[in-house]
């Protein structure tokens, strides 16, 4: 599988699987301590459905502003710590990309 063929999360998750040492892809995919955390994350995001293109809107703009300032999008980047494990720069390679997408980093 390609990344132009995922069409959803479960297809980007499989791909990264399949690509990433396996130490690698369980540090990502997992939560700290209980997963807790993870597990409520995940189960909200059970409660919605996306439908794409309905009543004909196709063009959607996510920009908000976030503490004060405009951002494409209400993502937020922040330091994890462990950068470097997934891009040579670390978070120098965050901070480009939150300041390429105009996203927030914090």
Do not use: W
Request: charged share 25%.
């Amino acid at each position: 599988m390609k990344l132009a063929n995922c069409r959803n999360v479960k297809d980007l998750r499989l791909l990264a699987k399949k690509k990433l040492p396996e130490a690698l892809f369980d540090f990502i995919e997992g939560g700290s301590d209980d997963e807790i955390t993870l597990k409520r994350n995940t189960s909200a995001f059970d409660n919605y459905e996306l439908i794409p293109e309905q009543l004909g809107v196709k063009n959607v703009s996510l920009a908000t502003n976030v503490l004060g300032q405009k951002v494409e999008s209400p993502i937020i980047l922040a330091p994890t710590g462990m950068s470097r494990l997934f891009h040579h720069q670390g978070e120098k390679a965050v901070v480009k990309a939150a300041g390429r997408y105009k996203i927030f980093y914090s």
